[in-house]
């Protein structure tokens, strides 16, 4: 099975999963979030990159909740307009969001959308250098034992990921109905060195 089919596969198998077995599994999957992020125990502020959900994905939006509530600052992807992901050559920059202002941060409402520079308040919601991260929680379509990520085609995530400082835990998240037996990779996809599933 080619990528594209099973990306299909695994999709509509996740959307299969009924919505309040989706919402206590991802509930199950933030808590373990929040494990790893105390026994980690680096002292003082941190920083974590999460996603807004799409459709049927595992929702991390309580473990955001908890980040910020252990005063973690909390950072989403925002994706780039074509010129400026030209000047700095990556589709998507991570953005703070304070939790009082995630409903008005256009880049949480519409994940996917481009924006350039001038579209987002970067006082109100600053890039963070990909140095600065401690954590990133990463989306997926599919994942095997080996840590294999099936993403959904953009490649974003590829290209930022070796950005990060070797101390960031990166982090997959997924429901189990995503673990395939293998997921067919190429020479830029890089497996995942975590991935918690519920």
């Known amino acids: 099975m080619d990528k594209a089919e099973l990306r299909r596969a695994v999709i509509a198998r996740r959307n299969a999963i009924d919505l309040d077995v989706r919402a206590a599994k991802s509930a199950v999957v933030c808590a373990r979030l929040v494990e790893l992020m105390e026994v980690s125990g680096t002292a003082g502020q941190r920083t974590v990159a999460v996603y807004a959900a799409m459709d049927s994905e595992v929702d991390p939006a309580a473990f955001a909740a908890a980040a910020a509530a252990r005063g973690w600052r909390v950072a989403y992807p925002c994706m780039l307009s074509a010129s400026d992901a030209a000047a700095c050559g990556q589709r998507m920059c991570m953005r703070t969001v304070a939790a009082g202002d ?97």
């Open 102 to 198: 995630v409903s008005a941060a256009p880049f949480i409402a519409h994940p996917t959308r481009a924006f350039a520079a001038t579209d987002i308040d970067s006082n109100r919601c600053p890039i963070v250098p990909a140095a600065e991260l401690d954590m990133v929680v990463v989306p997926l379509v599919a994942f095997d034992r080996t840590g294999a990520r099936l993403g959904y085609g953009g490649g974003c995530y590829d290209r930022y990921l070796p950005m990060l400082s070797p101390a960031c835990q990166i982090v997959g998240i997924a429901f189990d109905e995503q673990r395939v037996e293998h997921v067919p990779t190429e020479a830029h996809d890089l497996p995942l060195p975590n991935i918690v599933s519920a």
